[in-house]
């Protein structure tokens, strides 16, 4: 089975930093990777999917690129509402797979 | 409006049998695969399985941590899935999640999540 591997696992930035979330799969998924946020006691929302499709809604502050095996979330500039675990995901078979999260923090 | 509403979670002991539901609306059921995932409690996301639609013969895929225990099956004439979980052990407990799928644009919708712990 094709592991999703994320980095880093946390991280803590200032409002108004890039920030850049990694995801790494173990083979090649072409470009079925689908971004969440998940917000504390919260079901986690579509960010990006098809690795740099923004989702209806979502702000454009957030972007993806990648294919293959090598993907990036990036947030523009972060904003206190931006505060949530990020889960990436390939989704061209199953099983499905999840990273394992990167939770963003406010420093 | 696009909703997806899972019912049946709660308190089980290991050992023993729980089965969820996932009633949805506003989008054709019948033509959309349905998947499951959890997530245990400050835990990340873990896929469960999936059906597929009649026109992929209803297939289903499971995660090894479940295949043999859990399975899934769906009432398109009631625009509902349902996840039988047998042999619960402790490790089961989660919040579960129903979600549709979308080739293209994988879960972009997710229900509420109903809550099933496995204690003695």
């Known amino acids: 089975d094709i592991q999703m591997t994320q980095s880093p696992s946390s991280l803590s930035a200032s409002v108004g930093d890039r920030v850049t979330i990694t995801c790494r799969a173990s083979q090649g998924i072409s470009h079925y990777l689908a971004w969440y946020q998940q917000k504390p006691g919260k079901v986690p929302k579509l960010l990006i999917y098809a690795a740099s499709t923004l989702q209806s809604g979502v702000p454009s502050r957030f972007s993806g690129s990648g294919s293959g095996t090598e993907f990036t979330l990036t947030i523009s500039s972060l904003q206190p509402e931006d505060v949530a675990t990020y889960y990436c995901?390939?989704?061209?078979?199953?099983?499905?797979?999840f990273g394992g999260g990167t939770k963003v923090e406010i420093k | 409006e696009v909703q997806l509403v899972e019912s049946g979670g709660g308190l089980v002991q290991p050992g023993g049998s729980l089965k969820l539901s996932c009633a949805a609306s506003?989008?054709?059921?019948?033509?959309?695969?349905v998947h499951w995932v959890r997530q245990a409690s400050g835990k990340g996301l873990e896929w469960v399985g999936r059906?597929?639609?009649?026109?992929?013969?209803?297939?289903?895929a499971y995660a090894a941590s479940v295949k043999g225990r859990f399975i899934i099956s769906r009432d398109d004439s009631e625009n509902t899935a349902s996840l039988q979980m047998n042999s619960l052990t402790t490790e089961d407990t989660a919040v579960y999640y129903c979600?549709?799928?979308?080739?293209?644009?994988?879960?972009?919708?997710w229900g509420q999540g109903t809550l099933v712990t496995v204690s003695s």
């Open positions: 506003g989008f054709t059921f019948s033509g959309s695969a």
């Open positions: 059906i597929m639609s009649k026109a992929n013969s209803y297939a289903t």
């Open positions: 979600t549709r799928f979308h080739p293209e644009m994988a879960f972009a919708y």
């Open positions: 995901q390939k989704y061209d078979t199953v099983p499905v797979t």
